[in-house]
């Protein structure tokens, strides 16, 4: 069983930064991709960033430019750099892998972290 341990949030002003981190554990065969999503009050989960294992990366038009997406294969880790942050990317931020599938796809992500509390706010 996998485990995700998520790192990183809290509350920042608006045009500030924050580092989210996710490292993931236990008995991992396979990680095709790893990804960013995150939920706000009243809306759907949406798909922030992911990145493959080969390294190819793809971000929500409303985060370009702002957030970068890393990982670490070895280390099973993702990364997600946020910066100059808008109110509206004040969400639950949560990390996921695609164990099964390419990750291309949202519906590939098959592993879920608990979420961290990202708030931007003056």
């Known amino acids: 069983q996998v485990q995700l341990v998520e790192s990183g949030g809290g509350l920042v002003q608006p045009g500030g930064s924050l580092r989210l981190s996710c490292a993931a554990s236990g008995k991992i065969f396979s990680i095709n991709a790893m990804g960013w999503y995150r939920q706000a009050p009243g809306k759907q989960r949406e798909l922030v960033a992911t990145v493959t294992r080969g390294g190819s990366t793809n971000y929500a038009d409303s985060v370009k430019g702002r957030f970068t997406i890393s990982r670490d294969n070895a280390k099973n880790t993702v990364y997600l750099q946020m910066n100059s942050l808008k109110p509206e990317d004040t969400a639950v931020y949560y990390c996921?892998?695609?164990?099964?599938?390419?990750?291309?796809?949202?519906?590939?992500?098959?592993?879920w972290g608990q979420g961290t509390q990202v708030t931007v706010s003056s």
């Open positions: 996921a892998l695609a164990t099964m599938y390419s990750g291309s796809y949202p519906d590939d992500y098959d592993r």
